[in-house]
């Protein structure tokens, strides 16, 4: 690490800034300079990211629209590029030459138009790869992004649901079917990533020569033609009939009522959504003692953009009604809203963004205006019905929470400085002095969030008050409240900005909900006649379907812990029920068929009563999905196998990190091997650090360097100890105490080494930076702080990387992740030692089929095994539904982001998890007390470690006499300490 004076001159320099004011507010990201390469210099004018699609839209208010305006222009005309691959007319059969782009080329056209106005693009394209991962990329007008959501254009791929060899469980349930990925030439406009706008998004071309760069970030694909035309508007449901045939009166009505599966479609956009099965009697297929698949999964089916598509065959010319049986349960008395289709165009306008009410029964939905039913001309033969989701409506709402959101942080931030950023109940503040229009801009801002629950109010006006956004109310409140008293904004920060019922909390977990639109579909219905069946059961047959129920359930339960066959091993597992059903069918297909080992797969109860189970003899014979520390507790107590003895161990260990064996060895043995790992990365904002001309910190010299100038800006970096309130467990701690070659334990086992030098130098630079540095000690969600960048970078874990994918499309492709930053060593490399945790697979000593279980628990964790279920888990459930395997050459074929892999690979090189002791508990307790007592007390590190040393070296004792290994003042044997090297020699021998 730099000398203490260079820590001590940053720190002036901080403290300089924020006493004369030159530390600025980050400024809103509407407000961003399009060339990222040229930032301003000033800081009063610094700007991030390019304007938002909406606000572009209000600048280019008087830009118009060119009507009957239709170009095609070839990609394949890009022949400066060298990279660019042009091929032939018989690309799969597209009529005209193409252009493949692989990850990372582009192509470049140029287009000319006689005057200046705003154009749709749309593309045909061929997705070319089997990924899971959805092909993206980006679009450039002239060189520059002309808006934010430009950054990010999806070509979404198609699919279908896989046929299979066998439908049927063990138990007699319906299999959940796959995914398949559906290759055909598709055209899609460049649309908003997160679809909030679901109209296509318009670009502004000048008169005259303009180019357009199409770059492809993910994925392979072929570029066909790309079409340049104006904007065009659907007709209204009375222009639609009467541009439709007459139909003769005289003619015979269909009277059979023609009826879709819902959970059948034809294709979907998204491999994810996915059929479920719901225990009501009126749904379609349904069988009381089984489990059909009979609707279509809301949570699958939430997403903006989201489509799924039916094919329907008519009879005969003619006027239909089409009616959805579903259920909208989620979004409390808020409608959600589904775009229409009929053979890929929206009919009339008023199927482009349809609402289906909330309600927590079935419901037969026939599309008409609320009194009378729309009529669809179909003629004879096969026709298409689309669903999509469509999230328009809630789009100006999002905005404004998200500006909302974006000057509390910045207000906070000013008051933090003012402040000191600490609270003082005791001290009177005046900060109208500072902020002389606070109390006004608090008002204000309530206004306009009553003004926006009073305009999402008419999307229901059958109610006084909509549930789902009662926190836009709740908000207000607190914001009025805050405003009548002003200058006590900085002792009330957990009612503005800090806390579960903030008023910054309050419009997140609004923002997140609002987001999100399920729905439930169980039948389509077409008919001419409306005599549709009824949505569902009557009292007697409800209470019929509860009785038979009650009998079912003396009956042995699919997948319970509660019987166990002979000759079957019995493998308890601590995941959701889904993802058990995925496991078996694996099992039955892959590993008995080979082995000959019968496997039953249970639902673990409740994984803190293992040791329970082993006590009164019905533990199972393997565990999966245990939490890292339960193996050790279970092997001190002679309750877990040693896997060390089995044949094959050696070779199986080579597959995960040295570093996350450590926790699941006890003596001169093994209890369990790693089945799921997480892992600690930085996480940073690539736009925002390039607008600044940061790089992202390799070494924690780096991070202290960096420090100034994002706090100059308002900013702050993220260490992952600010999330926890009190206690900080060993994942937040050990990092600084590894890092600078400290240890936890002596030789001996008998005390803890943390009053070592290295260790004190460790923990007292972890100490500094809260106190010197100014990081902020109380975090309790960095995905927030990072989302809306007033925390562009930290430290955080696998959950914060799925968030961060599933919930913030605003910033894809805007942030990535580097190894975790750490010390610089005298040979040049950074040791970036920090724990990874995850879950394990073990084998109980119980068990009669000691042979079976390690033969099975190797096959389940080798590399082939686990590649297929991360696969079939992404495939089946979606893209967030990443598997973290801990096996590191499975990790290398995952369908994750190869840079993101690589960051993950390096780090698990670097996975050093907390070795166990009896007693280990005190010490992790004891270090979490030190800091405290520096950070909040301002304690001297070395007095509180050596006070903190004595209660932990009594603890270990009193647990090593429990154990059998002191007695009478004295060591009776030596307790061996496991470590990396202790692993690596264990390898050796065998």
Do not use: C
């Not at 009277?255 to 479920?276: F, G, M, V």
């Not at 940061?694 to 360097?705: K, N, R």
């Amino acid at each position: 690490m730099r000398k203490n004076y260079q820590r001590l001159l940053i720190a002036i320099m901080i403290t300089t800034l924020l006493v004369s004011g030159q530390i600025v507010p980050l400024v809103q990201a509407d407000s961003v300079q399009a060339d990222s390469s040229q930032p301003t210099s000033t800081a009063g004018s610094f700007q991030l990211l390019e304007q938002s699609y909406t606000k572009k839209l209000q600048e280019w208010s008087d830009v118009p629209i060119i009507q009957e305006t239709q170009m095609v222009v070839s990609p394949s005309k890009d022949k400066d590029n060298v990279d660019l691959k042009v091929l032939q007319k018989d690309s799969f059969g597209y009529n005209a030459e193409t252009v493949r782009l692989d990850k990372n080329t582009k192509t470049e056209l140029e287009v000319y138009v006689d005057e200046t106005g705003l154009y749709q693009l749309a593309f045909d394209y061929y997705i070319m790869d089997d990924s899971i991962l959805p092909t993206e990329g980006y679009i450039q007008i002239n060189g520059e992004y002309p808006f934010y959501e430009s950054r990010r254009i999806l070509f979404p791929s198609l699919w279908e649901n896989k046929s299979i060899s066998e439908q049927w469980d063990r138990y007699g349930n319906e299999l959940l079917p796959g995914s398949q990925k559906v290759k055909k030439w598709q055209t899609v406009y460049a649309m908003d990533a997160s679809y909030f706008h679901m109209e296509p998004l318009k670009f502004k071309l000048d008169r005259g020569k303009n180019s357009i760069t199409i770059v492809n970030t993910k994925g392979e694909m072929l570029l066909g033609n790309v079409t340049i035309e104006a904007p065009t508007e659907v007709e209204a449901y009375r222009n639609y009939v009467e541009s439709q045939p007459v139909v003769d009166g005289s003619s015979k009505k269909v009277e059979e009522l023609l009826i879709i599966e819902a959970e059948q479609p034809l294709y979907k956009n998204d491999s994810s959504i996915r059929a479920a099965s719901a225990r009501e009697s009126r749904l379609t297929p349904y069988e009381t003692g089984k489990l059909l698949l009979n609707i279509i999964d809301p949570i699958s089916f939430k997403q903006g953009g989201q489509s799924l598509s039916w094919e329907l065959d008519v009879p005969q010319d003619g006027y239909y009604h089409i009616s959805f049986k579903y259920m909208q349960d989620s979004l409390y008395d808020l409608p959600v809203f589904r775009r229409i289709e009929l053979d890929g165009a929206v009919p009339f306008l008023e199927m482009d963004n349809y609402a289906f009410h909330f309600t927590k029964k079935w419901r037969n939905e026939t599309l008409g205006d609320g009194k009378t039913p729309y009529q669809f001309y179909l003629k004879k033969g096969k026709h298409t019905i689309a669903m999509t989701t469509n999230l328009s409506n809630m789009r100006p709402l999002a905005e404004d929470i998200v500006s909302k959101m974006k000057e509390i942080s910045r207000i906070t931030l000013e008051i933090k400085k003012l402040t000191g950023n600490k609270s003082d109940r005791n001290r009177d503040w005046n900060l109208l002095e500072y902020m002389p229009e606070l109390d006004q801009q608090l008002l204000s801002w309530a206004d306009d969030l009553d003004q926006r629950y009073a305009e999402i109010g008419l999307l229901n006006p059958k109610v006084e008050e909509i549930g789902e956004i009662v926190n836009l109310k709740l908000a207000a409140k607190q914001l009025r409240s805050l405003a009548k008293e002003p200058d006590k904004l900085p002792n009330r920060l957990n009612l503005f900005s800090e806390g579960t019922a903030s008023a910054s909390q309050l419009l997140g977990t609004l923002l997140q909900s609002i987001s999100e639109s399920p729905l439930a579909l169980d039948r389509i219905y077409v008919a001419q006649e409306l005599k549709l069946p009824s949505s569902n059961a009557g009292l007697f047959e409800k209470l019929w379907e509860m009785v038979k129920r009650f009998f079912l359930s003396f009956a042995n339960q699919s997948y319970s812990s509660s019987s166990k066959s002979e000759g079957e091993l019995e493998v308890w597992v601590n995941r959701p029920r889904p993802f058990v059903e995925l496991m078996q069918k694996m099992i039955d297909e892959k590993f008995t068929p080979n082995s000959g080992v019968a496997v039953k797969l249970s639902i673990m109860p409740d994984e803190n009563k293992l040791i329970l189970a082993n006590a009164s003899g019905t533990q199972p014979d393997v565990a999966l999905g245990v939490s890292n520390w339960i193996p050790y507790d279970l092997a001190i107590r002679g309750a877990a196998l040693d896997l060390r003895q089995f044949e094959g161990y050696s070779e199986s260990i080579k597959q995960f990190s040295k570093g996350a064996i450590i926790p699941f060895s006890f003596e001169d043995g093994v209890y369990a091997l790693p089945e799921t790992q997480n892992f600690w990365v930085l996480f940073y904002r690539q736009d925002i650090l390039d607008s600044l001309q940061l790089s992202p910190p390799d070494t924690w010299d780096d991070v202290v360097e960096m420090l100034p100038e994002l706090q100059r800006l308002g900013m702050n970096f993220y260490e992952p100890l600010a999330l926890y309130k009190g206690f900080k467990p060993f994942n937040a701690t050990t990092p600084f105490i590894y890092q600078f070659d400290g240890e936890l334990f002596d030789d001996s086992g008998m005390s803890t080494s943390i009053d070592s030098e290295q260790a004190l130098e460790g923990m007292k630079f972890m100490t500094d930076l809260f106190t010197i540095y100014n990081l902020p000690q109380d975090v309790p969600n960095f995905y927030h702080h990072f989302r809306y960048a007033t925390m562009p970078v930290g430290i955080s874990d696998f959950n914060t990387y799925i968030q961060l994918k599933a919930a913030a499309p605003e910033i894809a492709g805007a942030w990535k992740i580097a190894p975790h930053p750490g010390v610089e060593k005298a040979d040049g490399t950074v040791a970036r030692w920090a724990p990874a945790g995850g879950q394990t697979g073990m084998i109980f000593e119980g068990t009669k089929y000691a042979e079976e279980s390690w033969e099975f628990l190797d096959w389940w964790l080798s590399t082939p095994i686990q590649v297929e279920f991360a696969n079939l888990m992404q495939t089946n459930f979606g893209m967030t539904f990443m598997w973290n395997t801990a096996n590191l050459e499975a990790l290398e074929q995952m369908s994750w982001p190869e840079e993101d892999k690589e960051v993950i690979a390096e780090q698990f090189k670097w996975v050093r998890e907390a070795s166990r002791v009896p007693g280990a508990y005190m010490v992790e307790r004891e270090i979490s007390n030190v800091w405290n007592r520096v950070v909040f007390n301002g304690d001297n590190p070395r007095t509180a470690i050596d006070d903190a040393v004595v209660r932990t070296n009594r603890e270990i004792l009193r647990k090593m006499e429990e154990f059998g290994y002191y007695a009478n003042g004295q060591m009776i044997k030596k307790y061996p300490v496991p470590t990396i090297t202790t692993i690596d020699k264990w390898v050796e021998k065998r």
